[in-house]
């Protein structure tokens, strides 16, 4: 199975950055995949690593060590509209992704 | 469609009752999952379909829930005699991949399920 650990809530200010962090034990190992969920709405899909380092996609980077069983999620320039929880997921089996339990961002003027 | 679609978003059900969720996911979409989202927590893996085929079911708490996916499309997740316990918001998901692709899941709305 699969066991996801990740901060359960977070401060930062606008126009900082903030690097959220996820650690992952899993029987099988199929990508980690980064969602952003705002409050009553559906989770959006932010990223995906399957290999080690980093992709960067605008403000957004992933990052993933297999080795480690580790991932972090960095957001520059936060802006107001990224107060959000944000959800590690990883795929172990062939499709079944199991989500963590998210990381709620608040940021703050 | 453009997007998932799931109805209703809200049902009220009394104990015992049994319910039927839909979803309609993207038009083409290989892959159909059922989440369950309890407030505050990650998305809960329930079952998944690649086309008709039921794929993995081991998500589903109990005999009383079950899913189906007919014709490759449209799915139906039904909860039987239900119980306070299974109030919770459902959520479908649909990936036009048969394995796990970069580009994630796009999710629905959800229904919100409250048994009363």
């Known amino acids: 199975g699969q066991n996801i650990d990740q901060p359960t809530e977070m401060t930062a200010t606008e126009g900082a950055i903030v690097q959220i962090n996820c650690t992952y034990q899993?029987?099988?190992?199929?990508?980690l995949f980064w969602y952003q969920q705002h409050a009553g709405e559906a989770p959006t899909f932010l990223s995906y690593?399957?290999?080690?380092g980093l992709e960067e996609k605008g403000r957004f980077s992933s990052f993933l060590s297999r080795s480690k069983g580790y991932s972090y999620l960095l957001l520059k320039e936060l802006q107001m509209k990224d107060s959000a929880s944000y959800l590690c997921a990883v795929g172990g089996g062939y499709q079944k992704v199991t989500f963590g339990t998210g990381t709620k961002l608040q940021v703050i003027p | 469609g453009a997007g998932v679609s799931q109805s209703p978003r809200y049902k009220v059900t009394k104990r015992g009752q049994d319910v039927a969720l839909r979803c309609d996911p993207i038009?083409?979409?290989?892959?159909l999952y059922w989440y369950r989202q309890a407030l505050g927590q990650g998305p809960e893996f329930l079952t998944y379909f690649n086309y008709e085929a039921q794929q993995d079911k081991s998500g589903l708490p109990n005999d009383r829930f079950s899913a189906e996916r007919p014709e490759g499309s449209i799915s139906t997740l039904t909860i039987q005699r239900t119980e306070q316990r299974d109030s919770a918001m459902y959520r479908c998901a649909s990936s036009p991949t048969a394995g796990v692709g970069d580009g994630g899941y796009t999710f629905g709305s959800g229904t919100r399920l409250t048994v009363v």
């Open positions: 899993t029987s099988g190992f199929n990508g």
């Open positions: 690593n399957v290999l080690d």
């Open positions: 038009s083409g979409h290989v892959s």
